[in-house]
């Protein structure tokens, strides 16, 4: 395996600038400024975008001395732990077992992480989620399955990692899969992450099916969940032992949230919560736990509301959030990453700057540099000498060359409500008349932002204007914005796509006979249901992991135990699954539909395509279909990725021509 360590020192205001690598880490030619951009070549390779980035989910050691996360290795990405030094024979790398994806990772202490695993996996002639969690120790490269021998479907949910670097967490699982069962409520676990050992916490308790623990390990917390009446209450106690009270409860049918804390203050019974204000927007508020009474808020950003929050390694801290706000996503609370913030964004004023893992003192860490047009670098800071050290190019294949220009822009829906996308014109031409995909984001509950996204920029290089319209529903525009996709799935959230189809053409940017729409999971859903809602608008349609049957989405969540409730939240998205389901549409469609889907996929089934394929043959419809025998989801697989943009290229020449 090789790794290449570059070494990039950037000009901040106050750390004193240097030119030192990583201890024992090759050294390259480098300048103390952040490189200038480089224009991009006319047309770079499918293979370039293609390209697995460095790394993702990563973390930096609680000493600050490795890196754990996912890297591309050899065309696939693997979990690796890599040191901060040179020395390449203490690097370690562990496949992702086959047919699960690794959704987290975290450090336990400064020897040991934790890979949290789900798959898709046949149950009783069912597919059902699966959880499991293993330990990696990176001095002896073992491998530790961690409550493998259980029976339940969940053994994976981690309450607690210690700050002392010892080797025992918390884990709540399950032991059956028969809800009249005792076994099938969790029960919580001190579990060792080097040997397996384990010894019960708390034992479970009739439908408590999450537990919560303070800073110090203490279970304090359980939530009870009843699918048939759609009812939760909370469970507290004081401290780690004695009873619990019931002290909350809610009803998901009247829209009723249980107050849950993030963080257990010291010293009483209060912690920090988030919650709605009188005017809807989320905030950091102080609450009484056994009354749970507002003491007082917290934080409440001036604009927007708050996203989540930022602790420190051992729980004990609230160092800042992220927000809705653009201008201000994140504030940091503590004052010394406030000011290093701020001196990293004068070193790179055109770009992000993200701090994305601290050490357990905060004097290391590991910061992203990047901006929409360019995937960036990510480098490591020691607060010692103030220096920035590039680790590696995020796509080594591009390295730090611009692409194509991206900003946001907003219009009015066909209601007059007013709608964000992000705006992307090919490099080096007008905004005018051009060849236009619209790419409507998955989830539905997400949104775009500006941020470096390899299918806009690989479409963008071919010649191809890009708009990322997020609808109402979208996460990022605060509670009363996302309440607004209710009921309207299929309907206006998919007429604010077309409208920013109308806003692009009344602009001058899209060519109005030159339009298709292109998305993944809900993404692909709204573009197959956009060329059965408005037909004569685009000239194709390309769905990548989409839903087709959106009843059949609806009711297949690997068997959840919350499956009503989730099956409740998505009628509340449309009132009438068929009548908005794409392959109950099939005669309504006129363009041209390409379907790409991974046989590894465990979020969207890969029978969504299979049927829609079907549905669109025998309709004698015109339909490609792209089987990916080893794609997941996310295209975690160069090779995959390789085969998803050459389809895309391929379609899109043929049946929306840019040239």
């Not at 053994?155 to 918390?170: C, F, H, K, Q, R």
């Not at 028969?178 to 384990?198: A, C, H, M, Q």
């Not at 998919?494 to 729409?517: L, M, N, Y």
């Amino acid at each position: 395996m090789y790794f290449r360590f570059l070494v990039m020192a950037a000009a901040l205001s106050s750390p004193t600038l240097a030119n030192t690598p990583p201890q024992g880490a090759p050294t390259t030619t480098a300048q103390a400024t952040v490189a200038e951009p480089v224009a991009a070549p006319e047309k770079l390779s499918v293979d370039a975008f293609a390209n697995l980035p460095f790394v993702e989910h990563a973390h930096i050691s609680p000493d600050g001395s490795h890196i754990a996360g996912l890297f591309g290795v050899k065309g696939e990405q693997k979990i690796v732990i890599m040191p901060l030094a040179a020395d390449k024979s203490t690097t370690m790398a562990a496949p992702v077992p086959d047919g699960t994806q690794a959704s987290a990772i975290r450090w336990v202490n400064d020897n040991n992480i934790i890979v949290t695993l789900t798959g898709l996996l046949p149950v009783e002639g069912e597919r059902w989620y699966v959880s499991r969690l293993v330990g990696i120790n990176r001095t002896t490269n073992i491998l530790t399955k961690l409550l493998w021998d259980l029976g339940g479907q969940n053994t994976a949910d981690v309450l607690w990692i210690p700050s002392d670097g010892s080797n025992e967490i918390l884990i709540a699982a399950q032991n059956s899969i028969y809800s009249s069962l005792p076994e099938f409520w969790p029960t919580v676990y001190r579990v060792d992450v080097t040997t397996g050992k384990r010894k019960r916490e708390v034992v479970g308790k009739t439908n408590v099916l999450d537990w919560g623990a303070d800073q110090n390990g203490h279970v304090r917390i359980g939530l009870g969940y009843d699918d048939t009446r759609l009812t939760s209450r909370l469970l507290y106690r004081s401290s780690g032992s004695g009873l619990f009270k019931l002290v909350e409860k809610a009803s998901y049918r009247k829209d009723e949230v249980l107050t849950v804390p993030f963080q257990f203050l010291p010293g009483g019974d209060q912690g920090l919560v988030l919650q709605d204000n009188e005017s809807g927007q989320t905030g950091i508020v102080k609450v009484d736990l056994m009354t749970q009474q507002a003491v007082e808020t917290v934080f409440q950003p001036e604009k927007g509301e708050v996203q989540s929050v930022m602790m420190s390694q051992d729980g004990s801290t609230m160092l800042g959030t992220y927000t809705s706000d653009k201008n201000d996503a994140v504030v940091w609370f503590d004052p010394v990453l406030a000011k290093m913030q701020g001196d990293f964004h004068k070193a790179v004023p055109n770009s992000t700057v993200s701090i994305e893992s601290m050490s357990k003192d905060r004097t290391k860490m590991l910061v992203r540099i990047d901006s929409a047009d360019a995937p960036g670098g990510i480098y490591y800071f020691d607060t010692a000498d103030g220096v920035l050290r590039k680790i590696a190019s995020v796509n080594e294949k591009i390295g730090s060359k611009r692409l194509s220009p991206v900003k946001l822009v907003q219009y009015k829906a066909r209601d007059g409500l007013e709608i964000e996308g992000v705006l992307t014109i090919p490099r080096g031409k007008e905004a005018k008349n051009l060849p236009f995909v619209v790419m409507p984001h998955g989830g539905p509950w997400g949104h775009d932002s500006l941020q470096y996204d390899y299918w806009v920029q690989f479409l963008a290089s071919r010649g191809y204007a890009v708009l990322q319209p997020n609808f109402r529903g979208s996460t990022g525009y605060g509670t009363e914005f996302l309440n607004k996709g209710k009921g309207q799935m299929g309907f206006a959230m998919q007429d604010d796509v077309t409208d920013g189809v109308g806003w692009a053409i009344e602009q001058g940017i899209a060519d109005p006979k030159r339009v298709c729409i292109v998305g993944a999971s809900y993404g692909g859903y709204a573009a197959m249901w956009g060329i059965a809602k408005d037909p004569d608008l685009y000239r194709c349609a390309i769905s990548i992991s989409g839903v087709a049957a959106v009843r059949r989405e609806v009711n297949d969540f690997g068997n959840s135990i919350r499956g009503k409730l989730y099956k409740t939240q998505w009628q509340e998205m449309t009132p009438d699954f068929a009548a908005v389901s794409p392959i109950n549409a099939v005669n309504r469609m006129k363009a041209p539909l390409l379907l790409v889907h991974g046989r590894k996929d465990v979020t969207v089934d890969h029978v969504q395509s299979e049927k829609m394929n079907s549905a669109m043959v025998k309709a004698g419809k015109n339909v490609e279909f792209v089987s990916i025998p080893l794609a997941d989801h996310y295209f975690t697989r160069q090779e995959d990725r390789v085969t998803l943009l050459s389809a895309m290229e391929r379609f899109l020449a043929k049946h929306n021509p840019a040239d």
